[in-house]
């Protein structure tokens, strides 16, 4: 089992739509999650990190962390079509020794 | 400069060389990861070090690839002998400790013909 999974997409969703990114992890003692977003042909860039159980909101971007179901999203409202990259989702390892990266979910937003 | 610092920017070799990249952590950061990305990939885990610990080698594919990470600071990637399916964009990354926000270099695009 891979200890990040994402759904690798792609995802696509018009624009001015919401768009929910998926991640589920396996170490139940991660205790920090975090959001990249990678450009085509660029580095992955961090949009979000989250921490607590429960929603963090940060302008259009809003994460969300379960950690009785290992469950971590990324929701995006009123999606642009800037929007559209690979999302990576990260997290610690228990001991928070390492971070460990997801596949990535590409994601499309149509004008 | 403020930011992770990869060299070169592009590498192109023959098959069968070996070929050195390089990574300029932020400085003061302890932890430092290099990923390998081919082309519509997700990030492949290739090492970690964090402070003076023994580095995580648990990502490296194959014996021709080794880094080492001098004074905690500036990490070499290593390849012996390059093969054609080493080609792909390297990636560094250095966070302030091993869990947290990690900042990426702009990557070395590695092509081996």
């Known amino acids: 089992q891979k200890e990040v999974e994402q759904n690798s997409g792609p995802l696509s969703v018009p624009e001015g739509a919401i768009a929910s990114l998926n991640c589920t992890y396996s170490?139940?003692?991660?205790?920090?999650f975090f959001w990249y977003r990678q450009y085509s042909g660029k580095s992955p860039e961090l949009i979000m990190f989250?921490?607590?159980?429960g929603d963090k909101e940060d302008g259009r971007f809003t994460a969300q962390l379960n950690k009785a179901s290992q469950y971590v999203s990324l929701l995006i409202r009123d999606s642009q079509p800037s929007d559209s990259a690979t999302y990576l989702c990260?997290?610690?390892?228990?001991?928070?020794?390492?971070?460990?990266f997801g596949a990535g979910t590409r994601l499309f937003v149509k004008a | 400069g403020a930011g992770v610092s990869q060299s070169p920017s592009n590498k192109v070799t023959e098959k069968g060389k070996d070929v050195e990249l390089r990574c300029d952590p932020i400085s003061g950061h302890t932890a430092l990861y290099w990923y390998r990305q081919s082309l519509g990939q997700g990030l492949e885990f290739l090492i970690y070090f964090q402070g003076n610990s023994a580095p995580d080698k648990s990502g490296l594919p194959s014996d021709r690839f080794s880094a080492e990470r001098t004074g905690g600071s500036v990490s070499t990637l290593t390849i012996q002998r390059t093969q054609q399916e080493d080609s792909a964009v390297y990636l560094c990354?250095?966070?302030?400790?091993?869990?947290?926000?990690?900042?990426f270099g702009q990557g070395t695009r590695l092509t081996v013909v």
């Open positions: 990354a250095s966070s302030l400790e091993g869990n947290t926000e990690a900042f």
């Open positions: 989250i921490y607590s159980n």
């Open positions: 990260a997290g610690g390892n228990t001991g928070g020794f390492k971070t460990i």
């Open positions: 170490d139940r003692g991660s205790q920090s």
